[in-house]
């Protein structure tokens, strides 16, 4: 099927195969180690956004890793992310203000999925309290594409309502912070090309190999969030692994 801008969402064969990005558990465990090498940037707030239907839990990986590196992590503290997105948006950005007055510095926020996109509408909301925002497999320019009704409807027993062609214009336009989206071709759950930033100034899409249930535990993209949020405030350069890294990540063209 698909969205209003005709991106059709991921084969029924690519979302059978989503249990792969479980491999990324293991891998992650014997990448611990090199892990620890990662970039390290200022001591600052970061909040990690789960995806549709997942809470904290399953981002506990992830801000493990960034807290070893320094960083003050918090999840999102809502339980599952089952609501419609405006239930949560304005409690997210008083948050994101909470965090940013009692540290002083900007918050950054990371956002698996859904998660990705309420990252981007908080800080389209509060860019002066926002440092920047990675998205792992974020639909955000086109949210209808995607394998995920039937899920929607099972969690909430609701249907679900694709969002209109101005609220996907909406979603879809650049935010006034640094950006960065980690997407995957092997993407089952979302269409890997309605996870694409407009690149420019600022902007970038980050390719890796994993599936979407991968993404907040494959290594190559965990040292992606490492190494954005260790840029220096203020300052911004577009993700270059190092040449022993660059195998990890393919060489293409979005």
Same mark, same amino acid.
């Given at each position: ?18 249990? !792969? ?39 506990? %990986? ?43 510095? #900007? ?19 509060? #860019? ?20 995920? !009704? ?14 209109? %062609? ?18 995957? !071709? ?15 100034? !600022? ?28 840029? #220096? ?22």
């Amino acid at each position: 099927m698909a969205d209003r801008k005709g991106i059709e969402s991921p084969s029924l064969g690519l979302l059978a195969l989503e249990g !792969r990005g479980l491999l990324d558990i293991a891998a992650l465990i014997a990448a611990t180690p090199y892990l620890a090498t990662a970039p390290r940037g200022p001591r600052h707030a970061v909040m990690v956004l789960p995806g549709l239907g997942a809470d904290d839990r399953s981002t506990f %990986a992830l801000r493990q890793f960034l807290s070893r590196l320094g960083y003050d992590v918090q999840g999102w503290g809502r339980g599952r992310n089952i609501r419609p997105a405006d239930a949560d948006l304005s409690a997210l950005v008083d948050q994101a203000s909470d965090l940013k007055a009692r540290s002083g510095t #900007p918050v950054s926020l990371v956002g698996w999925s859904r998660g990705g996109i309420l990252a981007r509408e908080v800080a389209r909301r509060l #860019p002066q309290d926002i440092r920047l925002v990675v998205t792992l497999g974020s639909p955000f320019a086109a949210p209808g594409a995607s394998n995920v !009704r039937a899920l929607w409807s099972l969690l909430t027993g609701q249907p679900y309502t694709p969002p209109s %062609a101005e609220r996907v214009s909406q979603l879809a336009a650049p935010i006034p912070v640094p950006s960065t989206s980690i997407f995957t !071709r092997q993407d089952g759950v979302v269409a890997w090309r309605a996870c694409l930033e407009q690149e420019g100034d !600022r902007r970038e899409n980050v390719e890796v190999r994993t599936t979407h249930l991968g993404l907040g535990f494959h290594p190559p993209a965990l040292w992606v969030v490492a190494d954005r949020l260790a840029q #220096p405030l203020g300052s911004w350069a577009p993700f270059k692994p190092a040449p022993h890294l660059a195998p990890f990540f393919p060489k293409t063209s979005a």
